[in-house]
């Protein structure tokens, strides 16, 4: 005979858990600290922008990367018509900027943000810790988002300070 067990929870890596959801996806990636990215772009000669988190480098040779943009946010017209984008790495001194370029309705370029045209007129933002021009190679359909993917063709890595994070619906810098 044997002895009677406790009741026990179930181990999240059992299998049980909670049916897929955009609420469910959105509590996972919450838990997933992500880099803090600006893609910059030229709409009809004015230059456009936002932050992005879901930045991927894809192979380096070629040099691809990736990233997703929504179809209804306001920079989607500039990155649906553009050749070229611009591709910047946030430092942890520019929470205000990521804010900036996330913030809906804002003036992204106004006298505030410091940026030059640089290769194939992308707009490059100063004092990010990377930038890369990037020539876009597709655009895939993903929902009611497209997954840009784009070839470096010139850039610098050589800015200093570190990364800022995204986590937590949060910007963050690193801790030691």
């Known amino acids: ?20 959801s955009p609420d469910l996806l959105r509590s996972v990636f ?3 600290a992500a880099g803090v990215a600006v893609i910059t772009a030229q ?4 230059p456009a922008g936002f932050t992005a988190t879901s930045l991927n480098s894809v192979s380096a040779d070629p040099p691809l990367l990736s990233f997703t943009i929504g179809t209804g946010a306001s920079s989607w017209p500039a990155v649906r018509d553009s050749e ?10 520019q929470k205000d900027l990521a804010g900036l370029f996330a913030r809906s309705g804002a ?22 810790l990377a930038w890369l021009a990037c020539r876009v190679v597709a655009r895939v359909p993903a929902g ?5 993917i784009a070839e470096a063709v010139a850039g ?3 800015g200093e300070g570190r990364p800022l994070l995204y986590h937590q619906g949060r910007f963050n810098a690193l801790r030691d």
């Open 107 to 128: 003036d992204r370029f106004g006298s505030g943000t410091a940026w030059t045209q640089g290769p194939h007129g992308v707009p490059v933002l100063d004092g990010v």
């Open 84 to 93: 070229y984008l611009g591709v910047h790495i946030l430092g942890e001194h």
């Open 144 to 148: 009611a988002h497209r997954v840009i």
């Open 156 to 158: 610098d890595p050589a």
């Open 43 to 46: 709409d009809g000669g004015r």
């Open 1 to 20: 005979m044997t002895a009677p067990s406790a009741p026990t929870v179930p181990s999240p890596r059992s299998g049980a858990g909670l049916p897929g």
């Open 30 to 32: 919450r838990q997933h």
